[in-house]
C-alpha cells in the first residue's frame, strides 16, 4: 500500500497549492480511530464553501487540507468497523457525525455533538469545522464509518455514473434540502438565488420534487444559460428594474411559493449597484418576493465571522435585515448544514435508475489534482463549471 499523500492546501487568500502530506492514520489524536477507515480518494469536488475560506473571506488558518466532498475506495478498515471491507467504493457526506449523539440519532447529523469541541456541527478541509483532514487529497481517513458512509451497490455502475454520484457528498443533497426546507413540491412556483452548483442543484431538485415553474437569478450570463439547459426560466440581476415586475413577467403574479437562497453572506446588490456587497440582499428580497405563508430555505453559507466584509456589523456575523416582514408575511426560514444523510441513499437511487442527470445540469469539468488551483482560479471567476478532481486517474482510465 502507498504511503504517499498530496493535497490541496490553503496557503493564504487567493492562493492554494498541492503539497505532500501526510498519509492519514487511524488515530484521534493518542488513540486509536478503530471505527474508521482510510479511503483512496476516487473524486473530490471544489465547492464554493471552499471558494469563501481561499478568498480569506473566513479565519481559516494557513495551511489547511481542504476538501469536504469526497467519494472514495476502502483500503484500510478498524477494528471495529463491521459492516464495509477494503474494495468498497462509498459516498462520504461532508457532515462528520458520531452517529451516537441526541442530535444525530434524531437525523440531525449536520449539528452532531461530539465532533467538534468548538460548537455542534464538523466538516472536513474547514473553517471551525474541528480540525479534520480535508479531502482533496489522494487518502483521507473517515471516523465512524459504519455509520457515515454510503455504500454504493455495484462499484463498476458507480464509476460508469461517478459524475453524477460524486455530487451525492454535498452540493446534491444540499441543493435538495434547500427545496424541501422551503416547502418545494408538486406545482410550486420556485425562485432559486444564484446559479453556482448548489443553485443549479437546488433547480434540478426541484424540478425532481415536482415544482411547475423554477426560476433562477445570478448575475453571471454563462451560470444563467447553464439552468436554461435543463428548463429553468432565468432572471439576469445585474439588469435594472423591480425583482417583482420580473417575476410577474413569468408567472403572471408578482410572488412566488418557494424561495432558496444558494447564495450566503458573499452577496451582492443588484442592477446598476451589483458590483456592491449586500450581504443580507438575497435575505431580504426572499421576504419581499416569497408569498405570505410561504417558505424560504437557506442552504447558501452564512458565517459567525466575516474578516473580509468592508461592514463592521457583517465582520461580526451582523446582518441588516427586514425581518418584520418575514414576520408580518408569517414566513417560515430554515438555515444549517444539510444533514446529507436524510437525502443521499434515495438520490443515489434517483441518479442510478436514472431519474436525474445531475452532472449535465451542474456542468462537471473532470480535473487532475495537479489541476487544482487552476480550477480554483477559473471557479472564483465564475466559470459555470463544477470542478471534481480526480486524483488518481481513475475516472480518466
Not at 498530496?6 to 480511530?33: D, F, H, M, Q, T
Not at 403574479?253 to 437562497?261: C, G, I, N, Q
Not at 466575516?306 to 438555515?335: E, I, V
Not at 441513499?345 to 445531475?358: C, E, S, T, Y
Request: proline share 5%.
Amino acid at each position: 500500500m502507498s504511503s504517499n499523500n498530496r493535497g490541496v492546501v490553503y496557503k493564504g487568500p487567493g492562493e492554494v497549492a498541492v503539497e505532500s502530506i501526510a498519509y492519514p492514520e487511524l488515530a484521534l489524536g493518542n488513540r486509536k480511530c478503530e471505527h474508521g477507515v482510510i479511503l483512496k480518494v476516487v473524486t473530490t469536488n471544489i465547492c464554493g464553501s471552499d471558494q469563501h475560506m481561499v478568498r480569506g473571506r473566513t479565519t481559516a488558518p494557513e495551511g489547511l487540507v481542504l476538501g469536504h466532498e469526497i467519494t472514495g475506495i476502502v483500503v484500510e478498515c478498524g477494528r471495529d468497523v463491521e459492516f464495509l471491507s477494503p474494495g468498497d467504493m462509498v459516498s462520504v457526506p461532508f457532515n462528520i457525525a458520531c452517529g451516537r449523539c441526541r442530535n444525530c440519532k434524531s437525523g440531525q447529523t449536520g449539528i452532531c455533538l461530539n465532533v467538534n469541541p468548538s460548537r455542534p456541527g464538523a466538516a472536513y478541509g474547514y473553517v471551525d469545522m474541528g480540525g479534520w483532514v480535508g479531502g482533496q487529497t489522494e487518502y483521507v481517513m473517515v471516523p465512524y464509518a459504519d455509520f457515515n458512509l454510503l455504500k454504493f451497490p455495484d462499484a463498476d455502475q458507480a464509476m460508469e455514473k461517478i459524475k453524477d454520484l460524486t455530487l451525492l457528498s454535498d452540493i446534491f443533497p444540499t441543493g435538495f434540502h434547500g427545496c424541501v426546507t422551503a416547502g418545494v413540491g408538486p406545482g410550486s412556483t420556485v425562485y432559486i438565488a444564484g446559479a453556482g452548483p448548489v443553485g443549479l442543484a437546488a433547480a434540478v431538485s426541484a424540478q425532481l420534487l415536482g415544482a411547475a415553474c423554477v426560476i433562477v437569478g445570478d448575475m453571471i450570463e454563462d451560470r444563467l444559460a447553464q439552468a436554461r439547459s435543463f428548463g429553468c426560466e432565468t432572471i439576469d440581476l445585474t439588469e435594472d428594474g423591480d425583482m417583482a415586475d420580473k417575476i410577474e413577467v413569468i408567472l403572471g403574479e408578482r410572488e412566488v411559493d418557494a424561495f432558496v437562497d444558494c447564495v450566503g453572506f458573499e452577496a451582492h446588490a443588484c442592477g446598476c449597484n451589483h458590483g456592491q456587497e449586500a450581504p443580507a440582499a438575497v435575505l431580504n428580497s426572499a421576504m419581499s418576493l416569497t408569498r405570505a405563508g410561504g417558505q424560504i430555505g437557506i442552504p447558501g453559507l452564512y458565517v459567525t465571522e466575516d474578516p473580509g466584509s468592508s461592514d463592521a456589523a457583517a465582520q461580526q456575523g451582523s446582518l441588516s435585515m427586514r425581518f418584520g416582514l418575514g414576520w408580518a408575511k408569517s414566513h417560515s426560514f430554515h438555515t444549517g448544514q444539510c444533514p446529507v444523510m436524510k437525502y443521499h441513499r434515495p438520490l443515489m437511487q434517483a441518479i442510478l435508475f436514472g431519474k436525474v442527470n445531475i452532472a449535465d445540469a451542474v456542468n462537471v469539468q473532470m480535473i487532475t489534482l495537479d489541476q487544482a488551483p487552476q480550477g480554483y482560479a477559473d471557479f472564483d471567476g465564475g466559470a459555470a463549471k463544477k470542478f471534481v478532481i480526480d486524483p488518481h486517474g481513475s475516472v480518466a482510465a
